[in-house]
């Protein structure tokens, strides 16, 4: 991993590999979140009530605004009976924030590629909405602390504890996305290693 | 043990310690923080501001106690907070913030790599070497409580509203710190009502990650009052012009006495490599051995004692430019807001003797006899964040309670935080030399004459 990047550089280089824009902050918080584990890099991620949640993250879009690489346009105001905001705001590379995009992935090669890897795997592993990707989120975060082998069914188990009203579909698309994106395995290979080394 | 004391604040009134407490306030690690001012220089503008970590340090153990008794800690959990508020700051060098920016520039670090990424805050290291070695604190506490408090300094320990307190967008840092500064410069920005934001905390019982900070709906208004005072006294103290200069000379001051007038004592306070001895020298440093020692006659004709004496005799840098960065050339923007980083050390000093030149081109005298007047062509860029992007602590997630409805969040239920959250921040770049002038008219005339030449020679400066 190539050493002098910062977080801002992350999250500019996540927004491009998503096509230069992403819709509502919570997308946006998971989705960076999601990349920080497939790549292993400590973004500040820390445990919150709607699932792992990084203000530094929130700092680096901020000055991605600053520097106009970045527009944040309000599409509406809501919350959703389960405390989530929608589709607030939108975030998309303003054509200087793509120009810089394509500089970074020039001199960040190395983490230009991974993070291409880490949201093709994100994409793939299914079309979550911003519920279903805080589902997988939480889950996750639970799991990996603990460095407790998971499987899907110990994650649908855990879902339910959340609190947070979710149907048995948004849970089986979260546990089926972490599936694919190969974190349940991750988790068993994690918690083989721990308990090797102990 | 010694007797529990009481000591009197202007801030809370009467602070309370236990025996165990009070004698961490008197191990000379601790007593060292009344000779480092909470505000390095802002004194320079308000005068009163002369007030120390020391005081800062038992108003954040107080308002921790309190926030202890409002969260219903158990014994074991208040005796960590409690004692880790009293060593948060233990780790501050001369100048408070001013030496966390002298050691980041100067850590080595290749061998720190094992400790280190690039996002980490060489302070804390030495924070956590401090507790780590300090023999009187393992003598008060003991290693496993020292690594308990470390740990929940750094990354959290136990429930997260455990860490609410020592650090986030809540802390009780904060909660001292606005009272305080304001107190001391004088200003009335930094002023909320404490007891009301403390009367509506509470906890959220997260199954999943544990027990979170939560307020009341009737918090809401109080948080916000909160929020606008960390937003008025960052305007006008933190981010005060005179107090950014200062800082700003300070910090030249420190590199060029390591670089330019290799002052080994400046070299061994400042050049962290995680070696012992590191720390067993620089708990004997405060500002005033600082100005005493860099400032001293024996190192006339040093750059370090030529900045020390414009300090203490306020003869400062001036600031001859200032503007927006989304006005500076396209070309070097990003670079010019990066360009107080460490990383960026040999970029800077470059563009500073180009922007002396332009100075000098102007015909404007660089005031100062020292052999190379470029080094006092200091460049700044700097952030006037909206009241949302204040810190890294960000207000927007701190859980309401809704009833019997789950949480909402401060951003959704604010008006004022998410009206005032949509005015976007701002960046800034800034220059500063050792110029004169003796009233407002050639003060502006001066930043007319430089203000093309200097954009000129920035846009030079992205080409490059």
């Not at chain 2, 007797?3 to 602070?15: L, M, V, Y």
């Not at chain 2, 290749?110 to 280190?116: E, F, M, N, P, V």
């Not at chain 2, 948080?223 to 008025?232: P, S, T």
């Amino acid at each position: 991993m190539d050493s002098e990047h910062s977080i801002r550089d992350v999250v500019l280089l996540v927004l491009k590999a998503f096509g230069g824009s992403i819709r509502g902050k919570t997308m946006l918080q998971k989705r960076l979140y999601f990349v920080s584990v497939l790549l292993d890099v400590d973004l500040g991620f820390s445990p919150h009530y709607y699932g792992p949640y990084s203000a530094a993250v929130a700092s680096a879009v901020s000055e991605l605004r600053f520097l106009g690489y970045l527009n944040e346009s309000s599409a509406g105001w809501g919350v959703d009976q389960r405390g989530f905001e929608v589709a607030r705001y939108d975030f998309s590379l303003t054509d200087e924030g793509n120009a810089a995009a394509d500089l970074k992935a020039h001199k960040f090669a190395e983490l230009g590629s991974e993070i291409g890897r880490a949201v093709r795997l994100i994409q793939q592993a299914g079309d979550l909405n911003y519920m279903e990707l805080s589902i997988a989120a939480k889950a996750y975060f639970a799991f990996k602390r603990l460095r407790k082998e998971a499987t899907i069914a110990e994650i649908s188990g855990l879902m339910p504890q959340f609190g947070w009203s979710v149907s048995s579909g948004e849970i089986q698309k979260a546990a089926v996305f972490l599936e694919k994106t190969k974190l349940i395995a991750t988790c068993k290979e994690q918690s083989k290693a721990h308990d090797g080394g102990a | 043990m010694s007797e529990p004391r009481s000591i009197r604040d202007p801030i809370h009134g009467f602070i309370r310690l236990s025996g165990e407490e009070a004698e961490i306030v008197a191990a000379p690690v601790f007593q060292r923080l009344r000779g480092i001012r909470q505000l390095a220089f802002a004194n320079l503008v308000y005068p009163g501001a002369l007030h120390t970590r020391f005081e800062h340090t038992l108003g954040v153990f107080h308002v921790s106690s309190l926030l202890c008794k409002v969260f219903d800690f158990n014994e074991e959990d208040t005796r960590l907070v409690r004692l880790s508020a009293l060593l948060h700051d233990i780790g501050h060098g001369p100048f408070s913030h001013v030496s966390e920016g002298a050691l980041d520039i100067f850590a080595d670090r290749d061998k720190l790599a094992s400790r280190i990424t690039s996002e980490s805050k060489i302070h804390e290291l030495v924070t956590q070497d401090l507790l780590r070695t300090d023999r009187e604190l393992i003598r008060l506490l003991g290693e496993k409580m020292l690594g308990k408090i470390q740990t929940l300094l750094s990354a959290g320990y136990g429930e997260p509203v455990l860490r609410s307190v020592v650090s986030g967008p809540l802390d009780a840092d904060k909660q001292d710190y606005l009272l305080r500064d304001s107190y001391y410069c004088g200003v009335k920005y930094g002023i909320f009502d404490l007891q009301q934001l403390h009367r509506e905390f509470s906890v959220a019982e997260d199954r999943i990650d544990g027990k979170q900070l939560m307020i009341t709906p009737e918090g809401v208004h109080a948080l916000e009052q909160f929020v606008l005072a960390k937003h008025y006294l960052t305007a006008q103290v933190y981010n005060h012009r005179v107090r950014r200069i200062t800082d700003q000379m300070l910090v030249r001051g420190i590199v060029l006495g390591i670089e330019e007038d290799q002052v080994d004592e400046l070299s061994r306070l400042y050049c962290y490599d995680g070696h012992e001895d590191f720390v067993k020298n620089y708990v004997h440093w405060d500002d005033s051995r600082f100005m005493l020692m860099f400032g001293a006659e024996s190192l006339r004709g040093k750059y370090c004692h030529d900045l020390c004496q414009r300090l203490i005799q306020r003869r400062l840098l001036k600031q001859v430019f200032n503007a927006k960065l989304n006005v500076l050339p396209n070309n070097c923007r990003e670079l010019i807001e990066s360009i107080t980083k460490p990383t960026k050390k040999v970029k800077r000093r470059g563009l500073e003797k180009k922007l002396a030149e332009a100075i000098q081109n102007c015909g404007i005298k660089l005031q100062t006899n020292l052999s190379d007047p470029s080094n006092l062509v200091v460049v700044n860029s700097y952030a006037a964040k909206a009241v949302k992007e204040l810190s890294r602590n960000d207000e927007a997630p701190i859980l309401v309670r809704k009833g019997n409805d789950l949480p909402s969040t401060f951003e959704n239920e604010s008006d004022l935080f998410r009206s005032l959250s949509s005015k976007p921040g701002e960046s800034f770049f800034a220059v500063y030399a050792p110029v004169e002038y003796e009233n407002k008219a050639q003060k502006r005339n001066l930043q007319k004459k430089v203000e093309e030449p200097i954009l000129k020679a920035l846009e030079e400066f992205g080409d490059g």
